[in-house]
T-cell receptor
Framework: AQSVTQLGSHVSVSEGALVLLRCNYSSSVPPYLFWYVQYPNQGLQLLLKYTSAATLVKGINGFEAEFKKSETSFHLTKPSAHMSDAAEYFCAVSPTNTGNQFYFGTGTSLTVIP | EPEVTQTPSHQVTQMGQEVILRCVPISNHLYFYWYRQILGQKVEFLVSFYNNEISEKSEIFDDQFSVERPDGSNFTLKIRSTKLEDSAMYFC?????????????FGEGSRLTVL
């Protein structure tokens, strides 16, 4: 069975500070992993994805994530938070060998303090 | 930039009424999906659709739910007799390729409120 756990439903950082949003997955086979962002009153937008190539994945808006198989983690980071980063962030997993479902975490709401 | 569009953005209905949520996927995409998010909970998979038939569905997608692609552009989700617990944000998504190999493009969602 596939599942995703996002630790921390709410994260607050100061503008310019490091952003770290945590995601752990459970999967019986190596999955594909994704981070999506949702700005207020908008749909889900892909930030980045891991599909078994490089373990450090760079995405849009300065975000990156590192796939660590030993820790079953795919944490999202950004060196310096910007006010425009305030949004809801969702980690998702898709098994590589079965079907075409995406399994989402419960989301982390990021607040950036000026 | 191509996008997935959903209508209505918000619908309020009485329990027991039928609801149809509409989606226009990106035109060259082949795979279509419905997800829902109950307030404060996970985004949950409902159903995927390919080649004019359901390819996968979750336990949530029971006999009260149906999907249809009535023409070349629309993809609809019908809830036959709404229940209070159907209140949620419903997201439509489409992709060029199957599963994790293809990015899902999401619409802005349709908020359904069942009274």
């Amino acid at each position: 069975a596939q599942s995703v756990t996002q630790l921390g439903s709410h994260v607050s950082v100061s503008e310019g500070a490091l952003v770290l949003l945590r995601c752990n997955y459970s999967s019986s086979v190596p999955p594909y992993l994704f981070w999506y962002v949702q700005y207020p009153n908008q749909g889900l937008q892909l930030l980045l994805k891991y599909t078994s190539a490089a373990t450090l994945v760079k995405g849009i808006n300065g975000f990156e994530a590192e796939f660590k198989k030993s820790e079953t983690s795919f944490h999202l980071t950004k060196p310096s938070a910007h006010m425009s980063d305030a949004a809801e962030y969702f980690c998702a997993v898709s098994p590589t060998n079965t079907g075409n479902q995406f399994y989402f975490g419960t989301g982390t709401s990021l607040t950036v303090i000026p | 930039e191509p996008e997935v569009t959903q209508t209505p953005s918000h619908q309020v209905t009485q329990m027991g009424q039928e609801v149809i949520l509409r989606c226009v996927p990106i035109s060259n995409h082949l795979y279509f999906y419905w997800y829902r998010q109950i307030l404060g909970q996970k985004v949950e998979f409902l159903v995927s659709f390919y080649n004019n038939e359901i390819s996968e569905k979750s336990e949530i997608f029971d006999d009260q739910f149906s999907v249809e692609r009535p023409d070349g552009s629309n993809f609809t989700l019908k809830i036959r007799s709404t229940k209070l617990e159907d209140s949620a944000m419903y997201f439509c998504a489409s992709s060029e390729a199957r599963g994790g190999t293809g990015e899902l493009f999401f619409g802005e969602g349709s908020r359904l409120t069942v009274l």
